[in-house]
């Protein structure tokens, strides 16, 4: 079936420091999402995006946080600077349209901020 | 705001008998339910979803029937395969379209 893929599994960096994931999501996808989950609890919703722009962004997507996606390549998630409370795995998703469509999965990116 | 509850924890049991996940919910409108599966070292998959009328999705062996007067998703299948072993994630998607409000996962372990 559909895979989103998502570089690197797992990236180590000094709090401070600027980290970007990457999400290579389903190619006739259009609307896109990060989750975010700590150790030992639920994923939960950071944001989403459509046609170049975010669409929604709850509480936990602070201040520190940007998505992007030039021209169609990969969707961004990009923290600068990083905390060590953004420590988690890092899912990426992508759907084709909005309400009841499926949610593709990556298998996430587990960042660890030192 | 919404919230998904679901069985914690890891639910143990043995090859060829029933398995049933509990998922509630609270939400202000009517949502939509998921089950989502995810395998070790793999992206969580959509194992199914409600339907809009009274039908019970099914897949793989498993099926769930949405009550909204008891505010619940459970999952269950008659006969647990080893393949079964997973992480099994219950979600609700309420009156913001795609944006999905988990359950913390229930981990199945099945033994031969």
């Known amino acids: 079936g559909p895979k989103v893929l998502q570089i690197p599994s797992h990236q180590i960096i000094d709090m401070g420091q600027m980290v970007t994931l990457n999400c290579d999501p389903v190619?006739?996808?259009?609307?896109f999402y990060w989750y975010k989950q700590i150790l030992g609890q639920q994923m939960e919703f950071l944001v989403n995006?459509?046609?170049?722009?975010?669409?929604?962004k709850s509480k936990l997507f602070k201040d520190q946080f940007s998505v992007e996606r030039p021209d169609g390549s990969y969707f961004t998630l990009k923290i600068q600077p990083t905390a060590l409370e953004d420590s988690a795995v890092y899912f990426c998703?992508?759907?084709?349209?909005?309400?009841?469509?499926?949610?593709?999965f990556g298998a996430g990116t587990r960042l660890s901020v030192l | 705001g919404d919230s998904v509850t679901q069985t914690e924890g890891l639910v143990t049991l043995t090859e060829g008998l029933p398995v049933m996940l509990n998922c509630t919910y609270q939400?202000?409108?009517?949502?939509?339910l998921f089950w989502y599966v995810q395998h070790l070292n793999e992206a969580p998959k959509l194992l199914l979803k409600?339907?809009?009328?009274?039908k019970r999705p099914e897949h793989q062996g498993f099926h769930a029937t949405l009550h909204k007067s008891s505010s619940s998703f459970h999952l269950q299948k008659s006969s647990a395969q080893l393949s079964d072993s997973a992480l099994y994630y219950c979600?609700?998607?309420?009156?913001?379209?795609?944006?999905?409000?988990f359950g913390i996962g229930t981990r199945v372990l099945v033994r031969p």
């Open positions: 979600a609700l998607e309420g009156s913001a379209g795609n944006k999905l409000t």
């Open positions: 939400s202000t409108y009517s949502p939509f």
């Open positions: 409600s339907f809009t009328d009274n």
């Open positions: 190619s006739n996808h259009l609307y």
């Open positions: 998703a992508s759907s084709l349209g909005q309400s009841q469509n499926t949610l593709y």
């Open positions: 995006f459509y046609n170049g722009k975010v669409m929604e």
